[in-house]
């Protein structure tokens, strides 16, 4: 009988307002049983550091150029993660073996061979007096991988433990949206990539022209009107800078996404309208590819009512459905990803494969701090 394990999550994402929590049990491969899920947003201060220099930094360059900030801003965000561990722990009392600390990406480029990540797990494991296992997507991209997306893996876990029929698809509206296709539960029946922006953009223009993070059930946009030229100047500028049409697989950063001049004359209401069908003709060149398979929304993005509700309309209903439809938290399922793949890390098993994430071989992913 397979050992198992107690595993802690720590997940922020691309809108890097907080960070997401999971507690779990598994063996690292066929079982897992959450136990626990938590969000702690970031305070104001660290939350406009984090977007500000994210801004900044547009090539690796900009790393040692903005060293110092890094620096303070990295040792913020890991004090942060281990006071979100620690109440958790002493107030419910559990026994975790491993944090998964995932800590929150300020650099991803695939070409460069290069994912920085701000969170220190050494210091970590300090604060928490826990095993940590961080610096997940480092050895994916050494061994020929972009480094992304990591979840695939746990999407296929799920549909298992769930018993949804095959096979399924995982619509993942993060930052970037990105897709994970099970057609078996044998690693090379695992398909990922990512096919664009899912909330990136849209956040942005937002936190541009308001005070507020994102456009909360797509309020905004529902009250705008889609500028046609705005619209097909993103999608020309996208194509051209990448040399690929949406369709194909490969990793995307939201660095990949900028707008254009256009935006310029739009309204807020009209440049949310015109970002969030962006977003939603890319997805739907997806999704009229898979009209006789299930298709199942996660990630923040299943929140904007206004998106779900394009994409319903003009699609099978009754395959579109929601993560929540299967009594799944949609909130926590990268920060129970990486509290299962974690136990992976730690047993050597492989975390990313060639058909996930295009590296050469079935990758170990993780770096391993113990705590004696």
């Known amino acids: 009988m397979e050992k198992i394990y107690t595993s802690l999550g720590l997940m922020s994402g691309t809108s890097m307002d907080g960070v997401d929590v999971s507690i779990i049990q598994t063996d690292g491969k066929y079982k897992y049983k959450p136990i626990l899920d938590k969000y702690y947003e970031y305070p104001r201060s660290i939350y406009t550091n984090l977007t500000m220099l994210r801004d900044k930094i547009k090539k690796s360059k900009d790393l040692k150029k903005h060293q110092k900030q890094l620096k303070i801003l990295e040792k913020k965000i890991t004090f942060f993660h281990a006071k979100a561990v620690n109440e958790i722990l002493k107030n419910k009392k559990i026994k975790v073996d491993f944090l998964g600390f995932h800590g929150q990406t300020i650099y991803h480029n695939a070409k460069e061979k290069l994912s920085r990540q701000l969170g ?3 210091l970590l494991s300090k604060l928490t007096k826990r095993n940590v296992v961080y610096d997940f997507r480092q050895n994916d991209l050494i061994n020929g991988g972009e480094g ?4 695939p893996l746990f999407h296929q876990l799920i549909t298992k433990k769930k018993k949804i029929n095959l096979p399924v698809n995982f619509l993942n509206l993060g930052g970037i949206a990105n897709i994970t296709n099970v057609k078996n539960y044998k690693p090379n029946g695992l398909i990922g990539y990512d096919i664009g922006p899912g909330n990136c953009l849209i956040d ?4 541009k022209n308001t005070k507020k993070k994102y456009d909360s059930k797509g309020l905004i946009a529902k009250k705008g009107k889609c500028d046609a030229a705005a619209l097909y100047e993103m999608i020309r500028k996208l194509e051209k800078k990448t040399h690929i049409s949406f369709s194909q697989k490969r990793s995307f950063d939201i660095k990949d ?8 004359k739009l309204s807020l209401e009209d440049g949310a309208a015109t970002l969030t069908n962006f977003t939603i003709l890319l997805l739907f060149d997806f999704i009229n590819k898979k ?3 299930k298709i199942i929304l996660c990630g923040g993005g299943r929140k904007n009512t206004f ?3 394009e994409l319903k309309k003009n699609s099978n209903k009754k395959n579109l459905l929601l993560i929540d439809d299967y009594n799944i938290n949609g909130d926590y399922i990268e920060s129970q990803a990486f509290a299962y793949l974690a136990i992976r890390s730690y047993l050597g098993l492989p975390i990313s494969f060639p058909n996930t994430t295009g590296c050469k071989k079935p990758s170990v992913g993780g770096t391993l701090v113990k705590n004696y």
């Open 204 to 207: 942005l223009w937002i936190r």
């Open 148 to 151: 992304a997306p990591l979840t």
């Open 120 to 122: 220190d797990g050494k």
């Open 307 to 309: 998106i779900v509700k």
């Open 291 to 293: 009209k006789k398979e």
């Open 257 to 264: 996404f900028t707008l254009t001049d256009d935006f310029r």
